[in-house]
Each structure stands twice: as C-alpha cells, then as structure tokens.
C-alpha cells in the first residue's frame, strides 16, 4: 500500500474517532488526561494517590476549586473504552497503604475514569469526566519515528550508540555489525542475531546505573505479545542516509520490518491513543539520571526534546489541521521530590525547566502551554538536621525498602534512617556542566548524590477515616491540569 493511500485511510479513521469524541463532550465535558514516563518514572503511583486524594478528601490546599469546597464528590465510573485494561486502582491502593510496599511495575496502557461532580463559580451545578490514560513513555517516543525512514533511524541510533558511555555498551553489537554487509543477500539469522545484540546494548543502557532514557524503538524492551515476531526483529545497519536498498538485500529486509514496526506499533497508538488526549503530564525521574551521572543527564534532555518533537510532530505535519491532536497543556514532573530535602525542589525543578527549556528550543517547539513542577506522588520521607561535626545537614528520615543497602549496611525495612541526598546546586546550569559524579564513573561511595529507595509511609488512621497520603505538590499539579476546566 503506497503511503499516501495509508494516510488517508488512517485520517478516515482518526476523523471518526474524533468525530464521536466530540459528540460525547457536548453532552458530557470530559478532559482525557495522558499520564506518561518512562519505565519506574513514578505513573502508577501518581493515578493512585491523585484517585486516592480526590474521592477521599486529600490535603489540595493549592487546588482552588477543591480547597474552597467546590467540589461535592469525585467517584469513580466504568471506562469508556473496552478494549482498554483498566487501571488496577484497588489492589495499588491496597499495596501502598494497606501492605506499605510500592505497587508492581506494569508494562501496557491502562484507563479509568473519574467523574467530578462541582459547582461552578457562579454556583451552578455540573459535572466533569476525568479519563485518566496510563501509558509507557517508550511508546511516546516512537513517535518520532513516523517522520524518519529506517535509514535516517539506522544514522541517528548508530551516531548515539558511538559516542560515551553508550561506545562501551554497544561493543557486542557493532562487532556483529562490522561482520554485515547491507547489500549482502536477506539473512534470518543475521536479522536474528543483531537484533538480540541491539536489543541487549538498549537494556544495558537503561540500568540503573547508566539511566540512558532515548531508547527507541520501545517495544525492544516491552516486547509484550509481539516478542521474537519479525516486526521487532531488526536492528541499524551502517547504510547511507540517502541510499536505496537493493531488492533482496538484507537491507531491504530490515527496511520492510522497520515499516511493520510503525505499521503494527506506533500508528495504533497515534490513533487509537495520542490523539484523542486533551491534556499530558509528563513524570521524568531526574534523581535516577543524577544518581548515574552527567551523560545520563544530557540523554535526559534529548529525551525531553523528542518528546517535544512527538507534540509538535502531532500537531503539524501527520495529519489534517482538522483532526490533529488537540492537547493544549503539557506539565513535566520530577517526580520522587520527597528524597530530597525542601530547601532542594525549588532546585529540582529548576534544573527540569531548564532541561525543558533547551530541549524546547531544540525541537523549536510551539504549541500546547507547558509548565514544570517538582513533586512527590506519595511523600514516604520526613525532614529533619542532623548534626555532622559542628555542621547541621539538611537531611529526611524514611523507612529504606528492604535491602536497601548504604555505608555497608543492609536495611530490613522495618528501621528509619537519616540520610543525607547531597544537595543541588542553586545554578541548575552546573548540573549541565557535568562536575558531579555519578554511579556511571565512580562506585556507589563516591557518587555525589544517594538515593535511598524508602517505603510508603505509615499512615496515622484517625477513626474509621481512611488516612489521606501525603504529598508534595500533587495539588498545584491539578491546578494545572484541570484547574481551569472547573471554574
Ligand atoms: N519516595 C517515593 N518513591 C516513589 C514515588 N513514586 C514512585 N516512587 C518509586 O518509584 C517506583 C516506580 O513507581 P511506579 O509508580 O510503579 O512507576 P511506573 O512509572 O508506573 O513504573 P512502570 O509501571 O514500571 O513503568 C516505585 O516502586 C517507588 O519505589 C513517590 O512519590 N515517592
Ligand atoms: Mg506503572
């Protein structure tokens, strides 16, 4: 099917999607909200303890609507989509504040709806539906490669996996590579192979230790049904940028399976998902990049800047003006802010407006408004200063997860620790400089920042009530992200 044809087909499609979203908000207003990251980024336990707070009365003093008491009720209501798993709200409930331990990973989209009943400034009764869409940051930025052919994507994957400290992790891969030749005859087993390869260098890049976050193509690492089938059985291969494959070719044959893999993956998910948002938040998990380093950081800001791509991309060039996606506000969160200190997450998100600020003017981004936030979902720390010789440091208590392990003791999770995370500096510019060490270079003693992993918190049941979660900044979030759609 030529490329044309396909647009036009995926435009009827995304036309009738969008044609039935819009009659359903005339009756009923309804603001979808993406809720993206990367994997461990922190989503599920941001829907959970977002649910959590608007159904049982959490602490927002800085959500107007819900400070001033607005809002009579938030319940949640079956999903509009069918064919969507539903997000497990309950039994990650469940785990956080009945068992105390963070709810497990999950891999695949998932919905739920919360339905708003309010009365609006001038005192009228109404209602607003909150669909709130989970999906993996991986799968956003695939994105970016419906504009690129599979040569562009072989240049650009090549150039990232030559450069340090992606070089040392790559050496299996482009050894096999070195062995090719593009216009050599198709080869399963050479497609097999360096795919395996390309597929190993990625998941090394993403350890904890490196936090590489630009690993396209996504599913390479959440293969989920379509593990070992052949549109995730291709890898770059060192060819020019503006050559045709020869028929037959190995080449060729990685070319055919890249375009399955935009086919099969990343065009469902434009429509059938990214499109039909209103509203995005996007969690980044920066501690974990300055946990590893400068170079996990840079990546950061490139991921950023493709995921500013994915929202321009959206907006001008796929589709007509008519149907193209419609989110008009985008809010990025460092999330995990209760690792540090307070007096660090106005440093937090400082460095996270400046990331997105570069990455902005990279992607030459125009479009939804953008804001930035430092939050923590669910605060599992307290603050407190600990004395260090005749210096008092800025330091939180928590209860660290169990085998947790610093200065050569292993936690249980049932003790509370004072640690001391290191502290940001006032100039997010000196972050971007690169003067700090991290896991990547240097043992775990000598990094510049430690991050504990802590438990949920214990929560203090007053009566029958159930406890509400405490948090950092989870209000000024909804402002953001509803506030105005409830005035
Ligand atoms: N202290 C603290 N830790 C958090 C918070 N949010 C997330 N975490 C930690 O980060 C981990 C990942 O959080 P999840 O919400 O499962 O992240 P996710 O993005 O849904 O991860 P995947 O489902 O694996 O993609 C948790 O297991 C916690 O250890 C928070 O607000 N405070
Ligand atoms: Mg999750």
């Not at 435009?11 to 990251?37: H, K, M, Q």
């Not at 796929?318 to 307070?342: C, G, V, W, Y």
Request: proline residues 6%.
């Amino acid at each position: 099917m030529t490329t044309s044809i396909q647009h036009l087909i995926e435009e009827a499609r995304l036309s009738a999607r969008a044609l039935y979203d819009f009659g359903e908000g005339l009756f009923n207003p309804t603001v979808r909200l993406g809720v993206t990251g990367l994997s461990r980024a922190g989503k599920t336990v941001f829907i959970t303890a977002l649910v959590h707070g608007l159904t049982r009365g959490g602490r927002f003093p800085v959500f107007e609507a819900f400070a001033t008491g607005r809002i009579a009720r938030a319940h949640l209501a079956p999903q509009p989509d069918d064919g969507v798993p539903r997000f497990a709200y309950e039994s990650h409930l469940q785990s956080l504040i009945g068992e105390r331990h963070w709810p497990s990973s999950t891999v695949d989209i998932s919905e739920l709806r919360l339905v708003i009943d309010y009365q609006r400034q001038n005192g009228a009764d109404r209602t607003l539906t909150l669909d709130i869409v989970d999906y993996p940051g991986e799968w956003l930025l695939d994105l970016p490669l419906l504009t690129k052919s599979y040569a562009q994507w072989a240049t650009e994957s090549l150039a990232l996996s030559r450069a340090a400290p992606r070089v040392h992790l790559a050496q299996d891969w482009h050894a096999h590579l070195a062995t090719l030749r593009p216009e050599a005859a198709q080869d399963e087993q050479a497609a097999l192979t360096s795919a395996k390869l390309f597929t190993d260098y990625l998941r090394a890049c993403r350890d904890e230790r490196f936090a590489m976050s630009l690993l396209p193509p996504g599913r390479f690492l959440m293969p989920g049904n379509l593990a070992h089938s052949p549109a995730l059985t291709f890898a770059p291969l060192d060819v020019p940028s503006d050559g045709t494959a020869p028929e037959g070719s190995l080449w060729a044959m990685m070319v055919r399976r890249y375009e399955a893999y935009k086919d099969i993956v990343v065009r469902p998910f434009f429509r059938d998902h990214f499109a039909r948002l209103d509203r995005q938040i996007v969690l980044v998990d920066a501690l974990a990049a300055f946990n590893a380093g400068p170079e996990a950081l840079h990546d950061l800001e490139a991921a950023l800047a493709g995921i500013l791509d994915c929202f321009r991309i959206g907006r001008s060039t796929l589709f007509s003006n008519l149907f193209r996606p419609r989110i008009d506000r985008i809010l990025f969160a460092a999330t995990k802010a209760d690792h540090l200190h307070h007096s660090s997450h106005d440093r937090l998100e400082a460095v996270l407006r400046h990331a997105v600020a570069k990455a902005a003017d990279r992607a030459e981004y125009a479009g939804a408004a953008i804001d930035v936030v430092a939050l923590a979902a669910v605060r599992a720390t307290r603050e407190a200063q600990v004395a260090r010789g005749r210096e008092k440091l800025p330091s939180i208590l928590g209860t660290p997860t169990p085998g947790e392990i610093a200065n050569g003791e292993t936690f249980d999770g049932n003790t509370e620790v004072a640690t001391f995370p290191g502290d940001l500096p006032g100039d997010p510019e000196e972050l971007f400089r690169g003067g700090f060490r991290g896991l990547s270079s240097s043992p775990s003693e000598k990094a510049d920042f430690r991050f504990l992993r802590f438990r949920p918190p214990l929560l203090e049941r007053e009566g029958d009530e159930e406890p509400a979660l405490p948090h950092i900044r989870l209000d000024r979030v909804l402002q953001f992200l509803i506030g105005d759609r409830l005035q």
